[in-house]
């Protein structure tokens, strides 16, 4: 993989709060990246931003660098997997401790990330999923999406000894612990699944606070009710080979490699 970064690290604040960055996957998202780069701007002012550009075709690196971001466009196109675990994978390399993920496409509200930074900070997880289905009713997403998440829903509680109401959230935030593992083994297809396994996998903590989500504005989303089916069906299949396979202990991956897939 080929990519170009030109990311800057910062050191703890005055206040001694752990090395925080955020991160923003992207895809054709020239139409929403600027302003959710200012909008996070706007709540971490001094917390560094970047996005990954997963081998737009449109300007999005562009305007997210005029916006205020760090930059890496891949030089090829990965998939959201890919594209994070890059970010996740940069994040650990620089020695931050901690990542918001966020999505290009506006739909979260950047205002909700002291929310997500709250409760790392106080709930003692290792991941905390910003939920759009706390309270339930808030949001509603299309049938396919529905029903698939529903089904993810009854089937990852017995796999991750808890429910998760928003299994698919891509917007969360993440403690050194959880960054190591996601540096070197979050999977290119389907990561938020997967990372949800491979934290039970290797005993870290997770944890879910209520955020605000809004309809996409801008762009064009890749869940078709096509898309939407045959992602259901190749994570049921992926929850199931996961929840068969014995444990990796991390200590096993090296610092700098990606395990294969």
């Not at 950047?110 to 999923?129: F, H, Q, T, W």
């Not at 990796?248 to 700098?256: C, E, T, V």
Request: proline share 6%; net charge positive; with cysteine.
């Amino acid at each position: 993989m080929t990519r170009t970064a030109v990311v800057t690290p910062v050191a703890n604040d005055a206040r001694g709060m752990p090395k925080l960055i955020v991160i923003i996957p992207a895809l054709n998202e020239e139409g929403a990246i600027g302003a959710v780069v200012r909008k996070v701007k706007r709540v971490l002012p001094d917390t560094p931003v970047l996005v990954i550009d997963d081998h737009s075709t449109d300007r999005t690196a562009r305007i997210a660098g005029d916006a205020g971001a760090d930059v890496v466009r891949l030089h090829t196109h990965l998939g959201v997997g890919g594209c994070v675990r890059t970010g996740y994978q940069i994040a650990f390399e620089r020695g931050y401790e901690q990542v918001i993920r966020i999505d290009g496409d506006g739909q979260h509200e950047a205002r909700d990330i002291p929310r997500i930074l709250g409760a790392l900070a106080s709930s003692g997880a290792d991941v905390v999923i910003g939920s759009r289905f706390i309270p339930p009713g808030e949001w509603q997403s299309s049938f396919a999406r529905s029903l698939g998440i529903a089904l993810f829903r009854r089937l990852l509680a017995p796999v991750l000894g808890k429910a998760i109401l928003d299994p698919t959230s891509g917007f969360i935030g993440i403690n050194r612990q959880a960054l190591a593992v996601f540096a070197h083994r979050l999977p290119h297809v389907y990561p938020e699944i997967g990372g949800l396994i491979l934290l039970r996998r290797n005993r870290l903590r997770f944890h879910e606070v209520p955020c605000r989500m809004y309809p996409r504005r801008t762009g064009k989303s890749s869940f078709t009710f096509l898309n939407s089916f045959h992602y259901t069906t190749h994570v049921l299949a992926g929850i199931l080979v996961n929840a068969l396979r014995a444990e990796i202990p991390l200590k096993g991956a090296g610092r700098h490699g990606f395990e294969s897939e």
